[in-house]
């Protein structure tokens, strides 16, 4: 649609679901709103297409899960989303003297405690499993409130967190040597560890924290650490925005590319193109949904290092679950959580260094949950009635340099790669429960990095569009963790200070900042 040639009170780049919060509390704090989304729809990352022909399963393409999102956004904006709990959090199988068996971790207390004794002959490892959740639960509950305050300092997060062992191992201390310390199975400690992974390429010893950021960040949302299944698939929490942002006002523009931001710290102009040609939209704030390195393309400013992504998404179709080589699991079980696969801790170490010096690892890590167990709405009437699932693959330690020289054979062998690890959990292969589309090819598709890079313009495909930060202030962060050298621009993408994932806190905190520089 066109945008109206007028001055706003503030122009929003990117109508992602960060820059669709924004807009939401912006308008219905009586501003005038402009949103300028390059494609042809909103939602960035966090929607729901129908990515198999003539199938009719809307699936979260990218994005997929719900946790860092506040509950004080859905009720501040009056958004019709809700989400699901999964019934169980992850499992993890494994072939131990011979017998393959696993660790399943939900269903209740007894049934976690008797499967961690399964696996590890003892209590030891579920009374450790116990403590160390249990003071990362209690960091939550005092660290996620902050994400939508205005940034403490350190010390005061410190104070806030008021556990001196706590704040040690998850903001002092690589989060390996806590793993190191509480646990002594490989698989419990690897299960931990790949909190610390998601979307971020590191060792569990790495000096530079980024997989404590990371892992904290994975561990607090919702004050409980919980990751649930947003009902109806991702894209109806950014249709719920966009009807919210409307409704009061906004004006929401898709197939309009901002190209240029010129301000003086005082007024702006978004220069921005259509397929009909350029226009200039004025604004007395410009918020940025977008990475800090697209932030300075139109500013002018000098960019960031450019950061890298490591992940390979896998969404597939099945025309069942498959059975499980251990005997004692209901696939239905299994796969409603999180489905570790090559996920103990020495394989996620091997993986990492394989692919730290430049090779595809052997045995790729990766997790897989099957969002349709949990919310079967995504599915039509007929898939569900023929007992279709969808799975959803996450992969670990798959950097966008390893596809730089030849991306699809690269993708192609890590993917094959990474179904042959899932295979040998199985007692039947997964090709063999793979559902066609109406060309009578298998319902699979992988995204590398650099795809998301070409799709959505996420530099390097990092999805937290640069390494996460910490939620605390730092020099130059400013008050809001949104602040950018120009005092009426502002960073409302998951590359701002307590950004990443499918929160919205940085368009609340960006909408906050607006709304105290000009009440």
């Keep these: 649609m066109p945008a109206p040639a007028r001055a706003y009170d503030a122009v929003i780049v990117g109508g992602g679901h960060n820059g669709l919060v924004a807009a939401a509390y912006l308008a219905r704090a009586g501003r005038s709103v402009l949103v300028l989304e390059r494609l042809g729809h909103t939602g960035g990352a966090a929607v729901s297409t129908r990515p198999f022909r003539g199938v009719d399963a809307r699936l979260s393409r990218y994005s997929y899960l719900v946790s860092l999102l506040p509950k004080k956004i859905v009720r501040d904006l009056g958004l019709k989303f809700r989400v699901r709990t999964r019934t169980v959090s992850s499992y993890t199988p494994v072939v131990r003297d011979g017998r393959p068996t696993g660790l399943l971790v939900g269903g209740g207390e007894r049934r976690t405690r008797e499967a961690f004794a399964r696996l590890t002959g003892g209590e030891r490892e579920y009374a450790a499993w116990r403590r160390f959740h249990g003071r990362t639960g209690r960091v939550a509950e005092r660290v996620f409130p902050t994400l939508t305050e205005p940034l403490p300092s350190r010390a005061e997060l410190r104070r806030r967190v008021d556990d001196e062992d706590a704040w040690r191992m998850l903001f002092e201390e690589p989060i390996g040597v806590a793993i190191e310390e509480h646990f002594t199975d490989d698989l419990v400690r690897g299960v931990v560890l790949t909190d610390a992974l998601i979307g971020t390429f590191a060792d569990a010893h790495d000096p530079t924290l980024r997989q404590n950021r990371c892992f904290l960040y994975h561990v607090i949302g919702g004050g409980t650490g919980a990751w649930d299944v947003p009902v109806g698939g991702m894209g109806a929490l950014t249709e719920a925005l966009a009807t919210t942002a409307r409704a009061a006002g906004a004006v929401l523009a898709t197939g309009h590319e901002a190209v240029r931001i010129a301000t003086d710290g005082t007024t702006a102009e978004v220069t921005y193109r259509t397929a009909d040609g350029e226009g200039v939209a004025a604004a007395r704030h410009v918020l940025v949904n977008a990475s800090p390195r697209e932030l300075a393309a139109l500013t002018g400013d ?218």
């Design 302 to 519: 000098t960019p960031p290092e450019p950061p890298e992504g490591a992940q390979l998404k896998v969404n597939m179709l099945l025309k069942r679950l498959p059975r499980l080589l251990d005997p004692d699991t209901d696939p239905r079980e299994a796969f409603a959580g999180t489905f570790h696969i090559a996920e103990g801790y020495r394989q996620l170490a091997a993986a990492h260094a394989q692919a730290a010096a430049g090779d595809p690892p052997l045995a790729p890590p990766s997790e897989i949950y099957c969002h349709s167990l949990t919310d079967p709405t995504i599915l039509g009437p007929e898939l569900t009635e023929r007992g279709y699932q969808t799975l959803t693959l996450f992969g670990l330690h798959t950097p966008a340099r390893l596809f730089a020289r030849d991306h699809d054979t690269v993708r192609d062998d890590l993917l094959e790669r990474t179904l042959a690890q899932l295979d040998a959990q199985l007692a039947e292969p997964l090709a063999d429960c793979l559902a066609e589309d109406a060309d009578g090819r298998p319902c699979i598709e992988a995204k590398t990095p650099l795809d998301l890079e070409r799709e959505l313009r996420l530099p390097g495909g990092h999805i937290f569009h640069r390494d996460l930060s910490w939620p605390h202030a730092q020099d130059g962060t400013g008050r809001w963790g949104v602040e950018t050298r120009h005092p009426n621009v502002l960073l409302c993408g998951a590359g701002a200070v307590r950004g990443g994932g499918v929160s919205g806190v940085p368009g609340h905190n960006a909408a906050m900042a607006v709304l105290e520089q000009s009440p």
